[in-house]
């Protein structure tokens, strides 16, 4: 094949090329590709909590305890129930350390107080031995709030937190450093540690 032939034959390629796409036109095909995000939620303690103290034997007194938890979420509260529980052990188990009045106890780790002394110190009473009860304040980050329920469902006594479509916070729940009055005498109240435990919990519904 000379060079003139070469020549001719890519014209023609050329313009064969050009008339298919006049004669067959516009064609497309469209299709939609989905995938579901299902609801997600983390918590973690923050550094910033003060999980020791010390506390004076005279008053009761503590120098300072904070739990500080943080929330991200990209569900809502049709997704998840937010639940700050707590937990006290005593001669028959574990049981709720909220007091009536949102109050967290502290019992005796080596000399567990009893249900009957738990119960008083809910109250508000001085019949309380191995327990002392201390007033709680509970923030959070709006829009997100915060708030004490008692008898709140399976959950019982407890803080119920609501995201209000917030995507993140921090709930920051401080005990204060002075019982509450009845619920520490020297007398009654053995020298020891004295513990809680708080829990942030995301239950999915």
């Known amino acids: ?3 003139r032939n070469i020549s ?12 298919a796409v006049k ?17 997600a939620v983390a918590i973690e303690k923050q550094t910033s909590s003060i999980e020791n103290a010390s506390a004076n034997g005279e008053t009761g007194a503590h120098t300072g305890l904070q739990s500080v938890f943080s929330i991200q979420t990209n569900g809502t509260d049709s997704d998840y ?3 700050i529980t707590s937990k006290i052990l005593t001669d028959g188990g574990e049981v709720s350390a909220y007091g009536n009045n949102g ?14 002394a738990i119960d008083d110190a809910k109250a ?36 119920v937190v609501k995201v209000n479509n917030g995507t993140e916070g921090t709930v920051t729940h401080t005990v204060g450093q ?6 520490y005498n020297i007398g009654q109240d053995q020298a020891g540690t004295y513990q809680a435990v708080v829990t942030f919990t995301a239950v999915s519904k």
Do not use: H
């Not at 109050?103 to 009957?116: D, Y």
């Not at 002075?178 to 619920?183: D, L, M």
């Open 1 to 3: 094949m000379n060079k």
């Open 8 to 19: 001719k034959l890519l014209i023609f390629l050329m313009t064969a090329s050009l008339g």
């Open 23 to 39: 004669a067959y036109g516009y064609a497309e095909a469209e299709q939609s590709v989905l995938t579901d995000v299902q609801p």
């Open 81 to 83: 129930d937010f639940i």
């Open 103 to 116: 109050s967290l106890l502290f019992g005796n780790t080596l000399a567990a107080p009893t249900q009957a």
């Open 124 to 159: 508000g009473g001085s019949s309380n031995k191995n327990v002392i009860a201390y007033p709680v304040t509970t923030v959070i980050t709006n829009p997100m709030t915060v708030g004490f329920e008692q008898n709140y469902g399976i959950y019982g006594d407890c803080y």
């Open 178 to 183: 002075n019982p509450i009055s009845g619920t």
